[in-house]
């Protein structure tokens, strides 16, 4: 089983929708999580971290589910610059020390 | 935005030559990463530096080679480069672990 697993889509979502993203995780030790988002051919940036408790961040929302080991994003109100694909991230920790995760990443594409 | 420096942006190089990319940060960031993307396989880590002269192998290290003499400078390099090394190469920096990562803008590496 992969250390982190995203369903690469691609979502095609009408502008305003809501769409939501779950990223999948195997070492029930990980202990941090972040949600990045990358455009074509460019870098992938920060989107923001997901806490325990979930957050928000205007029309971003993180969640984190340890009984299931799962992350979620969820996007309201989409706008078509919301078009790119997001990754997730898991950091673990074990005898060898940190482990950093990238999920392969989702594709949103939110159309007029 | 973090300062991280990636050069050169592009470079179409031929087979059996060595190839060197530049990281630079201006951020006195601990840890330093060099990654690899590509259709279909994601972020995928080549080396990464814990320290001024401490490196480390991450899960593609085969081919590359790096060096780390200052805190601010992370390079890479393809001692004789190949085909199968065309990819978009990104560095990323972090203050501590377990922090988020910060890229920079990637190289683009073309092998003929």
């Known amino acids: 089983r992969k250390e982190v697993e995203q369903d690469p889509g691609p979502f095609n979502v009408p502008e305003g929708a809501t769409v939501a993203f779950n990223c999948t995780y195997s070492?029930?030790?990980?202990?941090?999580f972040f949600w990045y988002r990358q455009d074509c051919r460019k870098e992938p940036k920060l989107l923001m971290s997901?806490?325990?408790s979930g957050n928000e961040d205007g029309r971003f929302t993180a969640q984190l589910n340890r009984a299931s080991q799962y992350i979620s994003l969820l996007i309201r109100d989409s706008k078509l610059s919301d078009s790119a694909t997001y990754l997730c991230?898991?950091?673990?920790?074990?005898?060898?020390?940190?482990?950093?995760?990238f999920g392969k990443g989702t594709s949103l594409l939110v159309t007029p | 935005d973090a300062g991280i420096t990636q050069s050169p942006r592009h470079k179409v190089t031929e087979t059996g030559t060595p190839v060197t990319l530049r990281c630079h940060q201006t951020?006195?960031?601990?840890?330093m990463y060099w990654y690899r993307q590509d259709p279909g396989h994601g972020l995928r880590l080549i080396h990464y530096?814990?320290?001024?002269?401490?490196?480390d192998k991450g899960e593609v290290s085969d081919g590359y080679s790096v060096s780390r003499s200052k805190t601010e400078d992370f390079l890479l390099t393809l001692e004789s480069a190949t085909s199968s090394q065309t990819s978009v190469y990104f560095c990323?920096?972090?203050?501590?672990?377990?922090?988020?990562?910060?890229f920079g803008n990637g190289t683009r590496l073309t092998v003929t």
């Open positions: 951020e006195n960031h601990r840890y």
């Open positions: 070492n029930s030790a990980s202990q941090s």
């Open positions: 997901v806490y325990s």
């Open positions: 991230v898991v950091i673990s920790n074990s005898n060898s020390g940190y482990a950093l995760n």
């Open positions: 990323a920096i972090s203050g501590a672990i377990p922090s988020p990562l910060h």
């Open positions: 530096s814990y320290g001024v002269k401490d490196t």
